[in-house]
């Protein structure tokens, strides 16, 4: 990775899910390097609205923009706020998550449809909106060598299993999947497909598995690399990812996990 601060100069990113945790590190992260960023965010607004702030703080251009990942419609009307206000779009960093827990046997068909329709509906959806103003609008080789990148947020979860959380590890090992095949069937359009697969990182979906001393302590037991990570680590990953320094990666998961994935035994975690 280098310090180039402006690697990412006229590009246009929608970060979904970026009002909190690792979305709203990533697009801090996207604006710092250069990009104009959408901040995507579902609920309350005054999250989304504290990022573009700070990003315009900092010198850079931001808006919020509400949508349900899960609704095409919703997607459909985002995608078009950010062309009309930012006239194309770059780099979509498909964020948005939710974890819905319940042991197996008593896991509701409501509690796995949510988390399937957020976590791999919703990366459908919003990857096939952003590929597809990637292949109406080309390449402009002045502003990146490729015409376009997509980075899901996936998860160690992808290729480990989660006992209580079904539901979760399934949407992500859909994500993987998902993630390869549009990897493979884009390129010819010269577009990039990548994921982030965090390990555990202190945010708000995570919140009650790091309640007391204990919890902290049973973590760190699973992360080599001893401390849980924070959002910005996730945030520098992302930016590397989107910039022209990685255009040879496609079809690939970037673990950020501190090691988390050494452990064979691993079944808890983010
Ligand atoms: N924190 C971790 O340890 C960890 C580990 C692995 C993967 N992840 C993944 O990282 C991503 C971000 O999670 P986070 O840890 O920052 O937690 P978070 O709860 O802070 O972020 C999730 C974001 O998704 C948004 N969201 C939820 N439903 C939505 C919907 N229907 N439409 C649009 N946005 C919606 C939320 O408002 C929130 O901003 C998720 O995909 C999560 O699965 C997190």
Redesign the pocket.
């Known amino acids: 990775m280098t310090d180039n601060p402006q690697r990412l100069k006229n590009q246009v990113a929608l970060v979904?899910?970026?009002?909190?945790?690792?979305?709203a590190a990533v697009a801090l992260a996207l604006a710092a390097a250069g990009a104009a960023v959408a901040v995507?965010?579902?609920?309350h607004p005054e999250?989304a609205d504290a990022i573009v702030r700070a990003i315009e703080l900092a010198g850079g251009r931001a808006f919020a923009v509400r949508?349900?990942?899960?609704s095409e419609d919703a997607v459909h009307a985002m995608f078009a706020e950010v062309i009309e206000r930012y006239g194309t779009v770059h780099i979509l960093v498909a964020?948005?998550?939710?974890?819905q827990d319940a042991r197996f046997l008593d896991m509701t068909l409501a509690q796995w449809q949510r988390v399937l329709d957020?976590?791999l509906t919703?990366q459908f959806l919003c990857a096939q909106a952003a590929a597809r103003e990637f292949v109406r609008r080309g390449m402009q080789p002045e502003v990146s060598r490729a015409a376009g990148k997509i980075i899901c947020?996936?998860?160690?979860?992808e290729v480990i299993p989660w006992a209580g959380h079904v539901n979760?590890a399934a949407s992500?090992g859909g994500v993987m999947l998902l993630m390869k095949s549009l990897a493979q069937e884009l390129a010819p359009h010269k577009i990039r497909v990548n994921s982030i697969?965090?390990?555990?990182?202190?945010?708000?979906?995570?919140l009650t598995a790091r309640d007391t001393p204990e919890e902290v302590a049973d973590l760190l037991r699973l992360i080599p690399y001893g401390r849980v990570?924070e959002?910005e680590d996730i945030g520098k990953v992302a930016a590397w990812l989107a910039s022209d320094e990685a255009d040879y990666i496609t079809g690939t998961t970037i673990f950020a996990d501190g090691g988390m994935l050494l452990y064979p035994g691993f079944e808890s975690g983010?």
């Open positions: 979904t899910g970026a009002s909190s945790g690792i979305g995507n965010y579902i609920g999250g949508a349900d990942v899960s964020n948005s998550g939710i974890q957020v976590n919703g947020m996936s998860s160690v979860h979760y992500k697969g965090p390990g555990a990182i202190a945010t708000p979906i995570n990570g959002p983010g």
